[in-house]
Protein backbone atom coordinates (compact mmCIF):
# COMPACT_ATOMS: atom_id res chain seq x y z
CA UNK A 1 0.00 0.00 0.00
CA UNK A 2 0.89 3.44 -0.63
CA UNK A 3 1.54 6.35 1.49
CA UNK A 4 0.65 8.81 -0.93
CA UNK A 5 -2.53 8.94 -2.18
CA UNK A 6 -3.93 10.07 -5.83
CA UNK A 7 -7.21 11.07 -7.23
CA UNK A 8 -8.67 9.91 -8.74
CA UNK A 9 -7.38 6.65 -10.44
CA UNK A 10 -8.89 7.25 -14.10
CA UNK A 11 -9.67 11.01 -15.74
CA UNK A 12 -10.82 11.01 -19.33
CA UNK A 13 -11.51 14.96 -20.39
CA UNK A 14 -11.97 17.01 -23.16
CA UNK A 15 -9.47 19.80 -24.23
CA UNK A 16 -12.27 22.06 -23.38
CA UNK A 17 -12.82 20.91 -19.53
CA UNK A 18 -11.02 22.42 -16.68
CA UNK A 19 -10.22 19.39 -13.87
CA UNK A 20 -8.26 19.00 -10.52
CA UNK A 21 -5.86 16.11 -10.21
CA UNK A 22 -5.32 15.29 -6.18
CA UNK A 23 -2.35 14.17 -4.31
CA UNK A 24 -2.08 13.69 -0.17
CA UNK A 25 0.28 12.59 2.53
CA UNK A 26 0.34 12.27 5.70
CA UNK A 27 4.12 11.52 6.63
CA UNK A 28 4.85 14.65 7.53
CA UNK A 29 6.66 15.22 4.66
CA UNK A 30 7.91 19.01 3.58
CA UNK A 31 8.74 18.27 -0.28
CA UNK A 32 6.26 17.47 -2.91
CA UNK A 33 6.48 16.71 -6.75
CA UNK A 34 4.44 15.93 -9.98
CA UNK A 35 5.72 14.10 -12.27
CA UNK A 36 4.59 13.04 -15.95
CA UNK A 37 5.20 9.40 -17.36
CA UNK A 38 4.56 8.41 -20.52
CA UNK A 39 4.36 4.53 -21.96
CA UNK A 40 7.17 3.22 -21.70
CA UNK A 41 9.28 6.37 -21.04
CA UNK A 42 10.60 7.26 -17.12
CA UNK A 43 8.85 9.91 -15.21
CA UNK A 44 9.27 13.19 -16.03
CA UNK A 45 9.83 16.11 -13.71
CA UNK A 46 7.08 18.63 -14.01
CA UNK A 47 7.10 20.84 -10.46
CA UNK A 48 8.48 20.75 -7.31
CA UNK A 49 7.16 22.22 -3.76
CA UNK A 50 9.16 23.07 -0.66
CA UNK A 51 7.42 23.75 2.45
CA UNK A 52 4.52 24.38 0.28
CA UNK A 53 6.50 27.05 -2.31
CA UNK A 54 7.12 26.11 -5.80
CA UNK A 55 10.76 25.61 -6.20
CA UNK A 56 11.07 24.08 -9.67
CA UNK A 57 8.72 24.55 -12.63
CA UNK A 58 10.13 22.72 -15.04
CA UNK A 59 9.34 25.00 -18.29
CA UNK A 60 5.74 23.18 -17.83
CA UNK A 61 2.89 24.80 -19.98
CA UNK A 62 0.48 27.11 -18.30
CA UNK A 63 -2.05 24.76 -18.88
CA UNK A 64 -0.86 22.99 -16.15
CA UNK A 65 -0.80 24.73 -12.38
CA UNK A 66 0.08 23.70 -9.04
CA UNK A 67 -1.23 24.10 -6.41
CA UNK A 68 0.11 23.42 -2.48
CA UNK A 69 -2.96 24.46 -0.26
CA UNK A 70 -1.07 22.61 3.43
CA UNK A 71 1.92 21.31 3.78
CA UNK A 72 -0.01 17.67 2.70
CA UNK A 73 -2.16 18.54 -0.18
CA UNK A 74 -0.90 19.01 -3.50
CA UNK A 75 -3.20 19.63 -6.41
CA UNK A 76 -2.42 19.99 -10.25
CA UNK A 77 -5.38 22.03 -12.05
CA UNK A 78 -5.66 21.08 -15.62
CA UNK A 79 -7.44 23.42 -18.88
CA UNK A 80 -7.59 23.76 -22.40
CA UNK A 81 -5.36 20.16 -22.33
CA UNK A 82 -4.01 18.70 -25.71
CA UNK A 83 -3.79 15.17 -26.52
CA UNK A 84 -0.14 14.41 -26.07
CA UNK A 85 -0.76 15.72 -22.59
CA UNK A 86 -2.83 12.16 -22.00
CA UNK A 87 -0.38 10.02 -19.61
CA UNK A 88 0.04 8.89 -16.30
CA UNK A 89 0.83 11.70 -13.72
CA UNK A 90 2.44 10.90 -10.75
CA UNK A 91 2.61 12.81 -7.16
CA UNK A 92 5.83 11.89 -5.02
CA UNK A 93 6.87 13.12 -1.31
CA UNK A 94 9.99 13.02 0.32
CA UNK A 95 11.09 14.20 3.53
CA UNK A 96 12.92 18.14 2.90
CA UNK A 97 14.20 18.86 -0.31
CA UNK A 98 17.63 19.29 0.87
CA UNK A 99 18.11 16.52 2.95
CA UNK A 100 20.79 13.85 1.57
CA UNK A 101 19.84 10.77 0.62
CA UNK A 102 16.16 10.52 1.16
CA UNK A 103 14.29 8.99 -1.48
CA UNK A 104 10.93 9.91 -2.74
CA UNK A 105 7.65 8.14 -2.21
CA UNK A 106 5.39 7.77 -5.36
CA UNK A 107 1.93 7.27 -5.20
CA UNK A 108 -0.28 5.00 -7.42
CA UNK A 109 -0.50 8.01 -10.50
CA UNK A 110 -3.25 9.57 -12.46
CA UNK A 111 -3.64 7.99 -15.59
CA UNK A 112 -4.90 10.98 -17.94
CA UNK A 113 -6.93 10.59 -21.34
CA UNK A 114 -7.53 13.76 -23.29
CA UNK A 115 -10.48 13.23 -25.65
CA UNK B 1 25.51 16.80 -16.02
CA UNK B 2 24.10 13.46 -14.48
CA UNK B 3 23.14 10.44 -16.46
CA UNK B 4 21.83 6.84 -15.99
CA UNK B 5 22.19 4.24 -18.40
CA UNK B 6 20.23 1.21 -17.92
CA UNK B 7 20.26 -2.23 -20.45
CA UNK B 8 17.45 -1.91 -22.69
CA UNK B 9 14.66 -4.65 -22.41
CA UNK B 10 12.61 -6.33 -22.50
CA UNK B 11 14.35 -9.24 -20.26
CA UNK B 12 12.55 -12.19 -20.16
CA UNK B 13 13.35 -15.11 -18.11
CA UNK B 14 12.28 -18.45 -16.79
CA UNK B 15 10.94 -19.07 -12.97
CA UNK B 16 14.09 -19.21 -10.71
CA UNK B 17 16.48 -18.03 -12.91
CA UNK B 18 19.12 -15.38 -11.80
CA UNK B 19 18.50 -11.75 -12.80
CA UNK B 20 21.05 -8.89 -13.73
CA UNK B 21 19.93 -5.80 -15.13
CA UNK B 22 22.78 -3.60 -15.72
CA UNK B 23 22.63 0.21 -14.79
CA UNK B 24 25.70 2.73 -15.51
CA UNK B 25 25.66 6.22 -14.07
CA UNK B 26 27.46 9.80 -14.57
CA UNK B 27 28.13 12.20 -11.81
CA UNK B 28 29.82 14.50 -10.43
CA UNK B 29 30.83 14.10 -6.86
CA UNK B 30 29.16 11.08 -4.71
CA UNK B 31 25.49 10.65 -6.09
CA UNK B 32 22.74 8.33 -4.15
CA UNK B 33 21.90 5.98 -6.11
CA UNK B 34 18.07 3.74 -6.44
CA UNK B 35 16.70 1.06 -7.59
CA UNK B 36 12.46 1.52 -8.19
CA UNK B 37 10.12 -0.98 -9.38
CA UNK B 38 6.30 -0.18 -11.13
CA UNK B 39 4.16 -3.02 -11.21
CA UNK B 40 1.55 -2.77 -14.17
CA UNK B 41 -0.84 -0.05 -13.62
CA UNK B 42 0.58 1.30 -10.06
CA UNK B 43 3.16 4.19 -9.39
CA UNK B 44 7.17 3.72 -8.67
CA UNK B 45 7.96 2.29 -5.32
CA UNK B 46 11.37 2.47 -3.81
CA UNK B 47 13.13 -0.63 -4.13
CA UNK B 48 16.34 -0.24 -2.92
CA UNK B 49 19.03 1.94 -2.23
CA UNK B 50 22.64 3.01 -1.61
CA UNK B 51 24.73 6.02 -0.70
CA UNK B 52 28.25 5.61 -0.32
CA UNK B 53 30.71 3.12 -2.36
CA UNK B 54 30.60 -0.10 -1.75
CA UNK B 55 27.17 -0.02 0.08
CA UNK B 56 24.92 -2.70 -0.93
CA UNK B 57 21.16 -1.97 -0.72
CA UNK B 58 18.72 -5.48 -0.53
CA UNK B 59 15.42 -5.86 -0.33
CA UNK B 60 12.72 -8.99 -1.56
CA UNK B 61 15.43 -11.16 -2.85
CA UNK B 62 17.19 -7.99 -4.62
CA UNK B 63 20.29 -6.55 -3.88
CA UNK B 64 22.67 -4.07 -5.71
CA UNK B 65 26.24 -2.86 -4.93
CA UNK B 66 27.48 0.36 -5.48
CA UNK B 67 30.73 0.38 -7.16
CA UNK B 68 32.71 3.78 -7.97
CA UNK B 69 35.17 2.48 -9.94
CA UNK B 70 33.15 1.61 -12.46
CA UNK B 71 29.67 3.89 -11.90
CA UNK B 72 27.79 1.29 -11.43
CA UNK B 73 24.71 -0.07 -9.99
CA UNK B 74 23.85 -3.46 -10.89
CA UNK B 75 20.40 -4.97 -9.69
CA UNK B 76 20.15 -9.03 -9.18
CA UNK B 77 17.91 -11.78 -7.67
CA UNK B 78 19.22 -15.09 -7.31
CA UNK B 79 15.67 -16.65 -8.10
CA UNK B 80 13.17 -14.87 -10.04
CA UNK B 81 9.36 -15.37 -9.83
CA UNK B 82 6.60 -14.48 -11.91
CA UNK B 83 5.27 -11.76 -9.37
CA UNK B 84 8.55 -10.12 -10.14
CA UNK B 85 7.47 -9.11 -13.54
CA UNK B 86 7.70 -5.25 -14.10
CA UNK B 87 9.39 -2.32 -15.11
CA UNK B 88 12.64 -1.73 -13.19
CA UNK B 89 14.28 2.08 -12.79
CA UNK B 90 17.70 2.66 -11.94
CA UNK B 91 18.00 6.10 -10.51
CA UNK B 92 20.66 8.44 -9.18
CA UNK B 93 20.12 11.33 -6.51
CA UNK B 94 23.41 14.42 -6.40
CA UNK B 95 23.61 14.93 -2.68
CA UNK B 96 23.36 18.87 -3.56
CA UNK B 97 20.11 18.29 -4.23
CA UNK B 98 16.75 16.01 -4.02
CA UNK B 99 16.07 15.38 -7.98
CA UNK B 100 16.29 12.14 -9.09
CA UNK B 101 17.96 11.53 -12.64
CA UNK B 102 16.40 8.19 -13.73
CA UNK B 103 17.40 5.80 -16.44
CA UNK B 104 15.02 4.56 -19.27
CA UNK B 105 13.84 1.18 -17.41
CA UNK B 106 13.72 -2.35 -18.53
CA UNK B 107 10.96 -4.42 -18.69
CA UNK B 108 11.30 -7.97 -17.01
CA UNK B 109 9.14 -10.69 -17.89
CA UNK B 110 9.12 -13.91 -16.21
CA UNK B 111 7.50 -16.88 -17.38
CA UNK B 112 5.97 -19.96 -15.02
Known amino acids: DTEVTQTPKHLVMGMTNKKSLKCEQHMGHRAMYWYKQKAKKPPELMFV???????INESVPSRFSPECPNSSLLNLHLHALQPEDSALYLC??????????????FGDGTRLSIL | GNSVTQMEGPVTLSEEAFLTINCTYTATGYPSLFWYVQYPGEGLQLLLKATKADDKGSNKGFEATYRKETTSFHLEKGSVQVSDSAVYFC???????????FGGGTRLMVKP
Open chain 1, 92 to 105: ASSQELDIPNQPQH
Open chain 1, 49 to 55: YSYEKLS
Open chain 2, 91 to 101: ALKHNAGNMLT
